[in-house]
């Protein structure tokens, strides 16, 4: 089924951005029954509407497939639950909300804090393994994807939410139009809705294109997410800039029938947009060049270590990890193994690449010359919870934005 209009507009005038060939998809860890199996891959080509200028590739896998057996659990990371605690303290401070409603709660990470506070929350997650972990953990959590259905379902049980918050799912849904208005169906006519989606404009800027996978199906500048928010009914009214994710924008949205006007921040990034040329063709012309050098300053890296007789061991298996390695052909020969917090990865191997994965204690164990870090977004945080690599000699390499060997 070839892919010929914009979800967002209709549109027919889609443009080649970056085509990174064909890969399996990101979190589809393999056992080691499976190593003997064919394994599925689809193209993972980004484009560019010339209409909206909505970044997106094709939604070639149902998030029904990726979703109901999710490796990704949101505690495994202590700084994603400490922005999340600061998040959900400052929203219950300014806002004093009545009702919460989060979409895509993982785990209840987020929600665990707006109970603790007392106050009245429902969780919407996707995924039944990981609501029943939030559940777990005292998080009223419904197992559903949100469309309008879902969303007026919800409303007329609970009532209508004074605050609903959707972090990261804002690109992982095909339909955006359907989702928007799942959103205005849970929010009250005064209430306010609150998204945290990744930056296209850092994301082209910092050469993250390794955040580009099958579950990630669009790519917002603030432009066109304000074009999607008003699709659903939706009025963008602020925007924060976060460094979570490389970078991210925080969206904060009313109903149209609020009546509230843009900021002066959101009228400041949409200008820091045109000036990067994001809605123009000629903005996107570059990036492609950049992610080849990525690509070949980091095999380069590998392949000298691995004539030098070095050893080179990954930290870390994030979806993110699996674009980088399969667009750059990393094998077992060049990355003996990879680690991960999450006990689900253990023993399985990563999609496409096949580099078994094994608890982070390995490092310490196998005192490896060189840690790849693939979530370089969490940099900080793991290079002090890496710096026991230095007491013999070892050096942490961060492949994005640039190829980076630490002294
Ligand atoms: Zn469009």
Redesign the pocket.
Same mark, same amino acid.
């Given at each position: 089924m070839p892919v010929t209009r $914009?979800r &967002?507009?209709g549109?027919g005038r889609l443009a080649s951005v970056l085509d990174l060939g064909a890969t399996p998809p990101c979190e589809l860890f393999l056992t080691p029954d499976q190593l003997d199996e064919p394994e599925l891959t689809y193209p993972l080509h980004l484009r560019v509407?010339t209409? $909206?200028w &909505?970044a997106q590739i094709p939604p070639l896998i149902r998030p029904e497939e990726t979703f109901t057996e999710y490796a990704y659990f949101s505690s495994y990371s202590d700084s994603w639950v400490e922005h999340a605690r600061r998040f959900a303290e400052d929203a219950l401070d300014r806002l004093a909300p009545g009702f919460v409603v989060e979409v895509a709660s993982n785990d209840g990470y987020l929600l665990q804090h707006v109970v603790a506070r007392g106050v009245r929350c429902l969780g919407v997650e996707p995924s039944a393994n990981v609501g029943q972990a939030a559940r777990d953990r005292g998080v009223p959590t419904r197992t559903a994807f949100l469309d309008p259905a879902t969303g007026t379902a919800i409303r007329a049980e609970h009532g209508p939410a004074d605050l609903v918050v959707a972090n990261n799912v804002y690109a992982h849904v095909p339909d955006i139009v359907g989702f928007t208005r799942g959103l205005r169906a849970l929010v009250a006519d005064d209430g306010w809705v609150s998204i945290e989606v990744q930056h296209l404009l850092t994301l082209m800027e910092l050469n993250q294109y390794d955040t580009i996978y099958h579950e990630h199906f669009q790519y917002y500048t603030v432009a066109s997410a304000q074009r999607a928010l008003a699709s659903g009914g939706l009025a963008l009214a602020d925007v924060e800039l976060l460094p979570t994710h490389g970078g991210s924008i925080r969206l904060w949205a009313r109903p149209v029938e609020a009546g509230a006007a843009p900021s002066r921040r959101v009228a400041d990034v949409l200008d820091r947009e045109k000036g990067a040329g994001l809605e123009e063709i000629g903005g996107y012309a570059e990036f492609a060049e950049r992610v080849a050098k990525v690509r070949r300053d980091l095999l380069r890296f590998l392949i000298d270590a691995a004539e030098a007789g070095r050893t080179v061991v990954g930290y870390g298996a994030p979806g993110k990890g699996n674009t980088l390695l399969n667009h750059c052909g990393v094998r077992g020969d060049l990355l003996a193994y990879t680690v991960d917090r999450n006990p689900y990865k253990h023993g399985r191997f990563t999609p496409g690449t096949r580099i078994p994965i094994r608890p982070p204690g390995q490092i310490a164990e196998d005192r490896p010359d060189y840690v790849l870090v693939l979530p370089w977004n969490l940099r900080a945080e793991l290079t002090e919870q890496l710096s026991y690599v230095r007491e013999w000699g070892g050096r942490l390499v961060f492949p994005i934005p640039s190829l980076e060997v630490t002294p």
């Open positions: $914009c &967002l507009c549109s509407c209409s $909206c &909505l």
